[in-house]
C-alpha cells in the first residue's frame, strides 16, 4: 500500500530508485508513479509564460487509502510540494503522505517539512542546487551548488 510518486521532472527517476532499493530489501512491494505540477503552481501564469504540461501516471488511478511517499530532487520553499499535494487530492485521498528529498537547501517560505532527507545543505537564496542524475559520458551522480546570475 505505498506509491512512490516523483514530481516531475527531476522526482520520477528518483522514485524509480527508491522503489528498486526497497523492493530490493524483499521487506515492502513499492509501486511508483509520477505527478505533473504545472497547472497548481502559484505562479504558472507569472514565471511559466508557456507552461508545458506533463503527463500525471499513478498506479491503478487512485491512490485512495495508500500512503503515498513524494519524491522530489530539490527541497527550497515548499512551494512544489504545496503544489504536489494539491494535485494529489484530485486523485484520491491518500491513507498518509510523506515527503523524500534529495537535498533540502532550507529557506522555506511555507510549514512544509521533509520525513526522509539525502542531504541538507545550507545556502543563500542567491545559490541555487542542481541535481544531476546519470550525467552524460558515464558521469556520476551529483549535487552541484551555484550563485545564480
Not at 509564460?49 to 515548499?78: F, M, N, Q, R, W
Not at 486523485?91 to 533540502?104: F, K, N, S, W
Not at 539525502?118 to 559520458?137: A, C, F, Y
Request: avoid cysteine.
Amino acid at each position: 500500500d505505498v506509491v512512490l510518486v516523483g514530481i516531475r521532472t527531476a522526482g520520477v527517476p528518483l522514485a524509480e530508485r527508491l522503489a528498486g532499493f526497497v523492493r530490493d530489501t524483499g521487506e515492502l512491494a513499492a509501486t511508483t508513479g509520477a505527478i505533473d505540477i504545472t497547472l497548481y503552481r502559484d505562479d504558472v501564469f507569472e514565471g511559466l509564460p508557456k507552461p508545458e504540461v506533463g503527463v500525471t501516471t499513478l498506479p491503478e488511478h487512485t491512490i485512495a487509502g495508500k500512503t503515498v511517499i513524494l519524491v522530489d530532487d530539490v527541497l527550497y520553499t515548499g512551494r512544489t510540494i504545496r503544489a504536489a499535494l494539491d494535485a494529489l487530492m484530485d486523485y484520491g485521498r491518500p491513507r498518509a503522505v510523506q515527503l523524500a528529498v534529495l537535498v533540502d537547501r532550507g529557506h522555506r517560505e511555507l510549514p512544509i517539512q521533509p520525513d526522509y532527507v539525502g542531504l541538507k545543505v545550507e545556502t543563500t537564496r542567491t545559490q541555487s542546487v542542481k541535481v544531476i542524475l546519470d550525467g552524460p559520458k558515464g558521469e556520476k551522480d551529483r549535487a552541484v551548488l551555484r550563485e545564480r546570475r
